[in-house]
DNA sequence: TGCGCAAGACCGACCGGTTGGTCTGTTCTA
DNA sequence: TAGAACAGACCAACCGGTCGGTCTTGCGCA
């Protein structure tokens, strides 16, 4: 005989949920990532979850609001650490050092939402698929912000088109969903120092380069001719 | 009443195939684009082409197949060219860049191709899967190659790991598929050249910059102060 | 040139399994 | 004891795939 749980509990952003429910969108985000949304079934998710149709439509209105759900968590988290940078540094080159390092981190931590999220984006529901678009419009419009700004400062060369450099290093950095482990070779670290010193370098004026050179990695002393 | 379309004709490969073939792939191509491979039915297709269920199951033993040509079409090109610019050049600063170009100039031949292929590539079922797979790892042993080449040279900075790197070429192209349009501000041509100059100024040493200049964006004058 | 015919191309009604979602009833908590 | 939390049998719609049949074409043969 099972014993439910009942005990409300609070998630990370404050508000009330119950364990089910979190356990819920947990289970279904590891099925979802292997097998895509449309692979997976409510019974798939009630079963590995341990509970009903019942205790599952409960808590959604339908398999739709969960996939919203988790596409919502990993974008407002995105979103609120790029806020931060903007307010806490106040030269561009910072600011795009601090985004992309907070981006790339992202992955460690939410890297079976951002899969989903990229998977299956395209079967959210118009309702549903609004409110995210809005969020990851405001996302891009901060590196175009930052990389506008870094060119009239001099410290971004401007003959690189701000839309077309924004993308690249959103599809960089993006991608790294496709390929991440925890268990792998590089830490999240030392894969955000990388991404962050060749987009530096790609980008900063010669300048800019010099002034800014603890962002970037070490040289190691080249030798003559090997 | 309907004429049948009898006519074999021959694809880009030279391969025997017949108009309906054709286009019930291209139609399915943009539905699949635009509604995802799970969002489209058989009934749809076949709607959309003019033809009939029976139609359809005549060249294609399941739906899976059909998902499974388009991503053979777009995935056998790419790999086509990187073979020849790995042939053709003869330095991997050249051959690099010369995979670049290439790999980015395919989103505007392949966009739809492409974009099914990386929103559904979960949902191919193994016996297909297997194909493609190899494909896809041959292009990234490709890219890894040059750049293992490249650092052994000396024309590619040597604290940059390798794999990272290639991913974040991988990536930053690759995202490509979910902004590009034809009818857009910039031509695909001048994409490609962005994307070389911020991988080539982020990856090369100092000298080769100064030896492949020709590869990379004009600097315009630097103004003092401005 | 015309005829007969086999084989490929295509049609579309139908089927069986699946799936998201519902509904009634039961258990737990405050 | 009210109402929230959950259980699980049930259902209607849908969807990939089948199958018997029809139409068209190309070819051997006279």
Redesign the pocket.
């Given at each position: 005989?099972?014993?439910?749980?009942?005990i409300l509990t609070k998630n990370g952003k404050g508000e009330i949920t119950?364990?089910?429910?979190e356990k819920i969108i947990e289970t279904s985000l590891k099925l979802f990532e292997k097998h895509g949304f449309?692979g997976?079934?409510?019974?798939d998710i009630?079963e590995a979850c341990?509970?009903?149709?019942?205790?599952f439509?409960?808590?959604f209105q339908?398999?739709?609001e969960l996939l919203y759900v988790i596409h919502d968590k990993f974008i407002s988290y995105v979103l609120t650490r790029a806020f931060e940078a903007k307010d806490t540094y106040d030269t561009p080159t910072l600011q795009l050092y601090a985004i992309i390092q907070s981006f790339v981190k992202v992955f460690d931590l939410y890297k079976p939402h951002i899969s989903v999220f990229y998977q299956e984006s395209l079967y959210l529901k118009p309702q549903f698929d609004h409110l995210i678009k809005k969020k990851r419009d405001q996302y891009k419009k901060i590196i175009f912000d930052v990389i506008n700004e870094g060119q009239q400062k001099g410290e971004f060369r401007k003959e690189l088109a701000p839309e077309i450099t924004g993308m690249s290093i959103l599809g960089m950095v993006n991608w790294t969903h496709k390929w991440y482990r925890r268990d792998g070779e590089k830490t999240i670290e030392e894969i955000a120092a990388i991404f962050s010193d060749i987009i530096l370098n790609g980008i900063l004026t010669d300048a800019a380069i010099d002034q800014y050179q603890q962002l970037l990695l070490e040289k190691p002393a080249m030798k003559p001719n090997f």
């Open positions: 005989m099972k014993i439910y749980d009942k119950s364990e089910l429910k449309h997976v079934t409510v019974k009630v341990g509970t009903s149709k019942g205790g439509y409960h808590h339908s398999k739709d």
